[in-house]
């Protein structure tokens, strides 16, 4: 129970950041939409592992959107730069292997370069993701500096 009201409150705290409003009808449609997404992830919000710390992991993910912001920027810019110097490029598809052990982990890594302009992940499979890149890259650079970044922090 503990866990259900911790997640429905740190989601509508999200929700009223995002919307900026405290009108009646907003918070409606806020309290339905938080209490609807914490039915749905709050065992995952807060898992009940004992060798999970709260502090390391928040960390970690604090770290991770940051670099991940950093990233994004350089990721734009690249575009940027080649959409405005008219250079075609060589679009290609790159095998990445799997970089964590935590699908968690893994989910956020393959949907930040997703994220990035340029690149999608096209396929998921156990040991690797099969990604399609707007740029000519060599094999398992796509990400790799990201990764790595990540990987440093400590995250597994």
């Not at 810019?77 to 964590?100: N, Q, W």
Request: hydrophobic share 50%; aromatic share 12%.
């Amino acid at each position: 129970m503990k866990r259900f009201i911790a997640a429905f409150i740190i989601l509508l705290c999200v929700w009223i950041l995002f919307t900026a409003s405290f009108n009646r009808e907003d918070l409606i449609v806020g309290v339905g939409a938080s209490i609807a997404v914490t039915l749905l992830a709050a065992r995952f919000m807060f898992p009940r592992r004992e060798d999970v710390r709260f502090f390391q992991t928040i960390t970690a993910f604090l770290f991770f959107l940051v670099n991940f912001m950093v990233e994004e920027v350089k990721a734009h810019v690249k575009m940027a730069i080649t959409i405005l110097k008219g250079d075609e490029g060589g679009a290609c598809y790159v095998t990445l292997k799997r970089p964590f052990r935590s699908e968690m982990a893994n989910l956020l890594v393959y949907n930040g370069i997703t994220l990035t302009p340029g690149t999608i992940v096209v396929k998921c499979e156990n040991r690797h993701a099969v990604v399609h890149s707007a740029w000519e890259a060599k094999e398992g650079k796509v990400g790799e500096r990201f990764i790595n970044s990540v990987k440093r922090r400590g995250i597994k």
